[in-house]
Nanobody, 127 residues
Framework: QVQLIESGGGLVQAGGSLRLSCAAS????????MGWFRQAPGKEREFVAN????????YYADSVKGRFTVSRDTAKNTVYLQMDSLKPEDTADYFC????????????????????WGQGTQVTVSS
């Protein structure tokens, strides 16, 4: 079993920045891909970004490309989502997820690609 705990959410003005963290613990397995998803009220959960744990390769949704950066600290078993130039439409609950990823990061953007999920952290961007 893998446990994921997100932190770092909050309220920020449009144009501001936040950094989310996702601390992972529990069983480990090879070829891990770590993903970030978000879910706005009344909407489906959508893919934001992911990172291959070993190689560090990344993939982003078009809506956040150039504004968000995903990274990981292997020593701390933590994944980060740096969010810059935030917009009101970025308001959502943000979830960290882990799954098995043997191929390029761009292959893993579906909810079904991930087996473990955190409880989420809320991000609110005011206009």
């Amino acid at each position: 079993q893998v446990q994921l705990i997100e932190s770092g959410g909050g309220l920020v003005q449009a144009g501001g920045s936040l950094r989310l963290s996702c601390a992972a613990s529990g069983r480990t397995f090879s070829s891990v891909v770590m993903g970030w998803f978000r879910q706005a009220p009344g909407k489906e959960r959508e893919f934001v970004a992911n990172i291959k744990w070993t190689r560090g390769s990344t993939y982003y949704a078009d809506s956040v490309k150039g504004r968000f950066t995903v990274s990981r600290d292997t020593a701390k078993n933590t994944v980060y989502l740096q969010m810059d130039s935030l917009k009101p439409e970025d308001t959502a609950d943000y979830f960290c997820a882990a799954g098995r990823g043997y191929f390029a990061a761009s292959n893993y953007y579906r909810r079904s690609d991930y087996d473990y999920w955190g409880q989420g952290t809320q991000v609110t961007v005011s206009s």
